[in-house]
Nanobody, 127 residues
Framework: VQLQAYGGGLVQAGGSLRLSCAAS????????IGWFRQAPGKEREFVAN????????YYADSVKGRFTISRDNAKNTVYLQMNNLIPEDTAVYYC?????????????????????WGQGTQVTVSS
């Protein structure tokens, strides 16, 4: 499994960015893909995830209403549309994936639950 995250950059507060996570190496129909971020001096934290097959999504409270996660099955790519960015969103953003345990209703928001990680992409929001 390989994940490649890209799309980061420098943006002013109130602006928007769209991150992409290209997945390869297997069929992801039974997988969940998540976005996490890590700011300097802080632990990596959950941002959002999406179940590949059903498209069900889950968001951290800090980004709810501003960020939208989606997927393109044909391109094996997951997107994170980030609107109304604030300086506190500044971080390295990572995408990660794991298989969904059969019958599990877990929301999979813990970093330790994910087996595969992509490289990060830097997002910097200036005030």
């Amino acid at each position: 499994v390989q994940l490649q995250a890209y799309g980061g950059g420098l943006v002013q507060a109130g602006g928007s960015l769209r991150l992409s996570c290209a997945a390869s190496g297997r069929t992801f129909s039974s997988y969940i893909i998540g976005w996490f971020r890590q700011a300097p001096g802080k632990e990596r934290e959950f941002v959002a995830n999406i179940r590949w097959s059903h498209g069900n999504t889950y968001y951290a409270d800090s980004v709810k209403g501003r960020f939208t996660i989606s997927r393109d099955n044909a391109k094996n790519t997951v997107y994170l549309q980030m609107n109304n960015l604030i300086p506190e969103d500044t971080a390295v953003y990572y995408c990660a994936t794991r298989s969904i345990d059969f019958g599990s209703s877990s929301r999979y928001y813990r970093t330790g639950e994910y087996a595969y990680w992509g490289q990060g992409t830097q997002v910097t929001v200036s005030s």
